[in-house]
Nanobody, 121 residues
Framework: QVQLVESGGGSVQAGGSLRLSCAAS????????MGWYRQPPGKERELVAS???????VYADSVKVRFTISRDNAKNTVTLQMNSLKPEDTAIYYC???????????????WGQGTQVTVSS
């Protein structure tokens, strides 16, 4: 079994910063893509930022410059530093990882339970 555990959400005023962390554990052989998605109230889940094991990174246009994703492949962790937060960043943030388990030859997508980020104006 594979688990993703997120931490670091909370409430902050506009212009503030938060740092989200996610740790993957379990029978993990390797992780390809690992990153963050978010679901604002009443909207679809959307990509925020993601990073492959090789270092390729993608950001949503709305967070470029303000957010930075980092990853520790050896520890199976990913972090999202969020600066200059805006009210429109309010959402539930989910960690996602494409994991190859020890007894498998394919990658499976796993999700964390989600962490709430609230930005007030």
């Amino acid at each position: 079994q594979v688990q993703l555990v997120e931490s670091g959400g909370g409430s902050v005023q506009a212009g503030g910063s938060l740092r989200l962390s996610c740790a993957a554990s379990g029978a993990i052989w390797s992780i390809n893509d690992m990153g963050w998605y978010r679901q604002p109230p009443g909207k679809e889940r959307e990509l925020v930022a993601s990073k492959t094991s090789g270092g390729s990174t993608v950001y949503a246009d709305s967070v470029k410059v303000r957010f930075t994703i980092s990853r520790d492949n050896a520890k199976n962790t990913v972090t999202l530093q969020m600066n200059s937060l805006k009210p429109e960043d309010t959402a539930i943030y989910y960690c996602k990882a494409d994991v190859r388990r020890w007894n498998s030859d394919r990658y499976t997508t796993y999700w964390g339970q989600g962490t709430q980020v609230t930005v007030s104006s």
